[in-house]
């Protein structure tokens, strides 16, 4: 029996180029694919690893600064400075004179006795500006040229003459007592009298009293007088002089003896 060969297989050249082209085709699809899914992932991964560092280097910081320092308490406030009191409105000098008897008593003649004190304990003459009599008012009572220039060249410049005259006296830790005033003396002194065109009440020789380093000491206001029903200092060391210095009246040991009476 004759055995049957089959007719060999031809297999077309292109038919293998192509199935071999698209083989690589596929490979390299199937390569894209996987490298598309890797590529992501890889960004992804390494996205959230340099969040996480970054979320460990902002802890780090925050851990790593410093904390506030407390604010210091504030301090005590400093001490307030020695201020003068009122007397009188200002404007009160301007107004007409009045035949009030002035008081010892009553707020007035206390803020008086402050800013005087204030004076002669610091050495400066205009804490006492308040309790001086005041130039307008001087002007109204002096029957003279030139009021306001006689006010500044004779009664205040001597009334400061005389505050630093009794500055050394009295040290730096004295301590007021009481300032008498001898009422019994008091009297109104009419128009015409002292070159006066209005009349005043006047009171001589008022007593400071004082207490420095345990002793009682004192030394008079030589004049006091009133404007509208309110005490005010004229002078301090004395009436006149024979020139410009500054005199302390009647320092003594002890509270000493107001007055005498008499003067304008």
């Known amino acids: 029996m004759r055995s049957v060969q089959a007719p060999p297989i031809r297999v077309c050249p292109s038919v293998v180029r192509w199935r071999t082209i698209g083989a690589v ?8 694919c996987a490298a598309t899914a890797t590529g992501p992932a890889a960004t992804v991964g390494r996205t959230a ?30 001490p307030a400075r020695p201020a003068a009191l009122l007397v009188a409105p200002p404007s009160a000098a301007a107004l007409p004179q009045t035949r009030t008897l002035p008081s010892t008593t ?7 006795i402050h800013d005087f004190w204030l004076a002669v304990t610091t050495g400066k003459a205009d804490y006492a500006k308040p309790a001086f009599f005041p130039v307008k008012a001087y002007e109204q009572v002096k029957a003279i040229a030139d009021p306001a220039q006689d006010w500044q060249n004779r009664l205040w410049d001597e009334f400061a003459l005389d505050v630093a005259a009794v500055r ?53 206001i030589t004049s006091l007088i009133s404007w509208r029903g309110d005490w005010y200092v004229v002078h301090l060391g004395a009436y006149s002089r024979p020139a410009p210095v500054g005199i302390v009246d009647d320092a003594e040991t002890g509270p000493g003896v107001p007055g005498p009476p008499g003067g304008c």
């Open 168 to 220: 050394p006296l009295i040290g730096q830790h004295a301590r007021l007592l009481k300032v008498v005033v001898p009422m019994q003396y008091a009297i109104w002194v009419p128009p015409g009298a002292c070159y006066n065109s209005i009349g005043y009440w006047h009171v001589p020789g008022p007593r400071v009293v004082y207490e420095r380093d345990g002793v009682t000491r004192s030394f008079g």
């Open 25 to 32: 085709l596929a490979a390299g699809a199937l390569t894209g």
């Open 106 to 112: 009553d707020t007035a003649f206390k803020n008086l």
């Open 49 to 78: 690893s340099v969040t996480a560092s970054a979320a460990a280097t902002v802890g780090h910081a925050a851990a790593a600064q410093p904390k506030p320092k407390p604010k210091p308490s504030p301090g005590p406030p400093p």
